[in-house]
């Protein structure tokens, strides 16, 4: 049996109709998702990512400045374990370090990252190490929107947005799992006003893909997993040439071989196809596909890469397609999950 934890937001001050974290039970023959546990400690319990075990699922409260985690049960039903503050405002993203010993967390109007300590029984303990994305000003930060592993795990990337009074970036630093430390080896700096939201890592790990939400447009750079440098080689659209409106582009995902790569568009309500040449790295662009709903903040594959899902925050639902990697073509599958709000989902 495989689940699916959701995430949500869930406050008025997010026009949100989440109820609190959901647990789905899909079923092995059918696909079908069955809702089995709604879970509600603090509010937003947002973005979300499992230890390397999978024994434990965490998740940050946007919006606010908390940290929580949980144990998975035998059932796939989670047991609310400890809840920290980390003083950071908005927390947004989350993940394992390679031993396993720290979970490492990117606060947006924090405008820091920082590696939590996990304790033997699952539960968050002490902040070990703090790093401020500075501004353009003293006392001004650059916002950090997510921090993502190397195929390695040896370095980490960490994308900040502007928002005028920082800047826009990709910074990378190494990690030391010895004690939790980040030494920065590079920086990569976007056009003003493009603002840098979030980067896949290619299996090959010397090619990344950063989506721009402002500038609505996906950009490859080639990385040296040897000095932790990074070098930008192109630019693509992440919107149809004829569409003239407004957009937000928000994710930028890989398929499991590193040959296609998508990108998710708010107010257009689309997602990007672009075929990856595994010889240069570069982006060719094959479609667009419609969102069937409103505000695709958040997108990903299911853990064998069988099936692609969509969050539609903005109408409560999630939309199930497949990936024909050789073709390059998505297709719907026809089941599109119901469920409050959706901004994360894990696979276990």
Known sequence: M????????????????????????????????KEIQCLKTEENPSYQAMDLEEKYLYSVHGDF???????????GR???????DIGGKNPVFITPDRTNQYMVVAALQGGAVYVIRRNE??????????????????????FAHQCIWDQKKEYLFVVTQARLQGYGMVRVFRFDPADGSLTPTDTYYSREYDEPRHVSIHPNNRYVYLINEKGNK???????????????????????????????????????????????????????????????????????YPALGLTPRFITFNKDYSKFYMANEDSDTIVEMKLDSDKGLMEYTGRIIPTESPVCITFK
């Open 2 to 33: 495989s689940y699916a934890y959701v995430g949500c937001r869930s406050t008025k001050e997010r026009n949100a109709r989440g109820k609190g974290l959901k647990v789905y039970e899909i079923s092995e023959t059918t696909g079908d998702w």
């Open 65 to 75: 400045t908390k940290v929580s985690s949980y144990r998975i049960l035998e059932d």
């Open 121 to 142: 029984d699952g539960t968050l303990g002490e902040i070990v190490t703090k790093v401020c994305m500075e501004g353009k000003k003293e006392g001004a930060i650059s």
């Open 78 to 84: 989670l047991e609310a374990l400890n809840t920290i």
């Open 218 to 288: 996906m950009t490859f750079l080639e990385f040296d997993d040897k000095t932790g440098k990074l070098q930008a080689r192109q630019n693509l659209p992440s919107l149809p040439d004829t569409y003239t409106g407004e957009g937000q582009a928000s994710a930028s995902l890989l398929n499991k071989e590193g040959t296609i790569l998508i990108g998710s568009n708010r107010i257009h309500e689309s997602i990007v196809v672009y075929r990856i040449d595994q010889q240069t790295g570069y982006m060719k662009e094959l479609g667009y």
